[in-house]
């Protein structure tokens, strides 16, 4: 298959059987060529391929179809022609992808001054003017798995998105220029610089109704080579049981173990969907691209845009699939028990006593022919009481009010003067 568009390619013949269901591999997937996006799968130690990851699509798409095929010796289709057999299909062509921004901020500035011409040698005097926009963005680059060729029967689903920041500048000169002869020419030079960085990764990954973990790290490199990426997917209910690995160079080959009670089909187009087509490096590029495509100097701050088919409309269309979980997926799910984290922070808060705020208010509303109780809490001697304690010019309190009949013992609070406090008097 060539880089610009493709028909579909017959898998080489193997006297290898496809992989089964919970037997693990470890399988090598090489790039066919420079021009060419369809990968050879080769067992581990052999140079002939067992399997061929077709790509199908065309640049006009934002990605491809790639379908796992593989060819038993002498298999030929109805006319006798070289066939071979889909085991299954990742469909990356871009269709569920998402991307939003929002405009955070910009500036405008003009300025008039002398510009170095290194032509000519001399200062010139010319007009700058220059336009900043800074924004940030999210992008959900999604993929669905399926069973059959005509992908009609799904079988997982990917998505992976990431959020970074965007800034972009534009700088105009018009420069007046005098030669040598007393010739005056108008030049026009213009200068334009972005930054798009990627701050964080958020993976999504589903197989057979079962929701998988993803975590990634990077090692070596330097600079003439490549850093090793490695990723890492496992059950997320059973985290120590791993589904896959696989570990490559995020362009041209990688290595992918596939482990027991996992469907290695569904696990080499994850795997090469994740490692090969949507690692950080493809992931920001694509990125890059769109904030090249939406975005335009001069937008007012928070100006937001949404392109594209958002999370929810997404997980409702395509997170709901037949394919039934798998037994051992399912003892997995219920063999499951969560932890629950202990609250420390709450259980070393000293308790409060809250008896003197509640008992306050009760002083204030006694009846005829009550005695009116002691409260329970003591102040110390310096602490101030606000609602005893009247200051100067104060509104005497509603509880100093007795009514006929009614006998008020005198609060221990009341005892404790504070020094520069006045004492409320009882009201005859």
């Not at 493809?282 to 939406?294: I, P, S």
């Not at 100093?400 to 005892?415: K, T």
């Amino acid at each position: 298959m060539g880089c610009c568009g493709s028909s579909e390619a017959v898998a080489p013949e193997t006297e290898l059987p496809p992989p089964e269901w919970g037997k693990p591999i470890k399988v090598t997937m090489k790039k066919k060529g420079v021009f060419s996006a369809d990968y050879n799968i080769y067992t581990e130690g052999s140079e002939t391929p067992w399997m061929l990851l077709d790509a199908v699509g065309s640049m006009w798409d934002s990605g491809y179809s790639y379908y796992l095929k593989h060819r038993s010796a002498g298999q030929v289709d109805a006319e006798g022609k070289p066939t071979s057999t889909v085991l299954g299909a990742v469909n990356i062509k871009g269709d569920w992808d998402a991307f939003s921004f929002r405009v955070s901020g910009g500036n405008r500035d003009v300025d008039i001054g002398p510009h170095f011409d290194f032509w000519d040698g001399d200062v010139d005097w010319g007009l700058t003017s220059s336009k900043k926009l800074w924004a940030v963005w999210t992008f959900s680059k999604r993929a669905l798995l399926f069973k059959d060729h005509e992908q009609k029967e799904q079988i997982g689903w990917l998505d992976i998105t990431g959020s970074g920041t965007w800034f972009e500048e534009e700088i105009q000169r018009v420069v007046h220029d005098t030669d040598a002869d007393g010739r005056t020419t108008t030049r026009y030079e213009t200068e334009r610089h972005t930054d798009c960085k990627t701050r964080g990764f958020r993976y999504k990954f589903n197989v057979f109704n079962t929701p998988m973990l993803i975590k990634y790290s990077k090692s070596g490199g330097s600079f003439w080579s490549s850093p090793t990426l490695n990723f890492h997917a496992a059950n997320a209910f059973a985290p120590d049981i791993p589904l896959f690995t696989v570990s490559g160079n995020g362009e041209s080959n990688c290595t992918i173990n596939t482990f027991e009670h996992s469907d290695p089909v569904s696990s080499l187009l994850a795997a090469y969907a994740i490692s090969c087509k949507l690692d950080p490096k493809e992931f920001g590029n694509k990125a890059q691209g769109k904030c090249e495509c939406h975005m335009r100097l001069g937008m007012p701050p928070g100006h937001s845009e949404m392109i594209g088919m958002d999370e929810a409309q997404f997980e409702a269309t395509f997170t709901k699939y037949p394919a039934p979980v798998p037994a051992v997926f399912a003892a997995q799910v219920a063999a499951f028990v969560p932890v629950t984290p202990v609250p420390m922070m709450v259980a070393a808060m000293p308790v409060q006593q809250p008896m003197m705020v509640q008992q306050q208010p009760m002083m204030m509303q006694q009846q005829p022919g009550m005695v009116q109780q002691q409260p329970m809490m003591q102040p110390q001697p310096g602490m101030q009481q606000p609602m005893m304690m009247q200051q100067p010019g104060m509104q005497q309190p509603m509880m100093m009010q007795q009514q006929p009949g009614m006998v008020q013992q005198q609060p221990m609070m009341m005892q404790q003067q504070q020094p520069g406090m006045v004492m409320a008097q009882p009201m005859s």
